[in-house]
């Protein structure tokens, strides 16, 4: 049973546009929410975060969105560079589990 | 500052013999957490130590999976009898303290034939 899950396995988006990744999660009792960028043949690096009491966090070209009522965030990078190719995780923490929940990744590719 | 040290970065095994991984996290790092990702999917999380005690090892399969954090420091994560479905990528990750990100290793990459 997915908790956390990332539809869209692949995105491409031309350089320069926006890339927006999605994410849903069916636990009500997740209060922070993460997202983590992958490089092949490196670990995830931390990216944003959001907790739960919020709708929006910004940094730089990278804004999370959460929508609680609809179980749903996404991630929004403006503008798109070569450099933001990589698999991007969605995480959640909460329902009574410290550690992290993943989901499967979406793998953004930067077209040039 | 340093990041989190793992070793070996690949492992080639046949199945029923036995692994172990090590790591060492980032310097006044008390959580620590051992991730299992197989090719596809996402981290899974196995265990997570604060400190030296274990505060979740819910999905651990401990009948050939193991686990300890020495000292409060570095740890290692054991698999005896390995399978073939415990070829993946392991990652160690460590954080300053409960609800701070995580911190990843770059992982070893475990083949099992």
């Known amino acids: 049973d997915q908790q956390v899950k990332q539809n869209s396995p692949s995105l491409s988006v031309q350089e320069g546009r926006i890339s927006i990744l999605n994410c849903d999660y069916t636990?009500?009792?997740?209060?922070?929410f993460l997202w983590y960028k992958k490089y092949p043949a490196e670990g995830p690096t931390f990216l944003i975060s959001?907790?739960?009491?919020?709708d929006k966090n910004e940094d730089g070209r990278f804004t999370v969105f959460l929508n609680k009522s609809a179980k749903h965030l996404s991630l929004h990078i403006v503008p798109s560079q070569p450099g933001d190719s990589a698999v991007y995780f969605c995480a959640a923490r909460g329902g009574g589990a410290d550690g992290l929940t993943f989901g499967k990744g979406t793998h953004l590719i930067i077209q040039p | 500052e340093a990041g989190v040290a793992q070793s070996p970065r690949y492992k080639i095994i046949e199945k029923r013999q036995s692994v172990a991984f090590w790591c060492n996290p980032i310097s006044g790092h008390a959580t620590l957490y051992w991730y299992q990702q197989i090719l596809g999917q996402g981290p899974k999380l196995l265990i997570q130590f604060q400190n030296n005690g274990v505060v979740d090892d819910s999905q651990l399969p401990k009948d050939r999976f193991s686990a300890e954090r020495l000292k409060g420091v570095d740890s290692t994560l054991k698999i005896q009898p390995a399978k073939l479905e415990d070829s993946a990528v392991y990652l160690c990750?460590?954080?300053?303290?409960?609800?701070?990100?995580?911190?990843f290793g770059n992982g070893t990459r475990l083949t099992v034939t």
């Open positions: 990750a460590s954080s300053l303290e409960d609800f701070s990100p995580l911190h």
């Open positions: 636990n009500s009792m997740f209060d922070y």
């Open positions: 959001i907790s739960s009491i919020k």
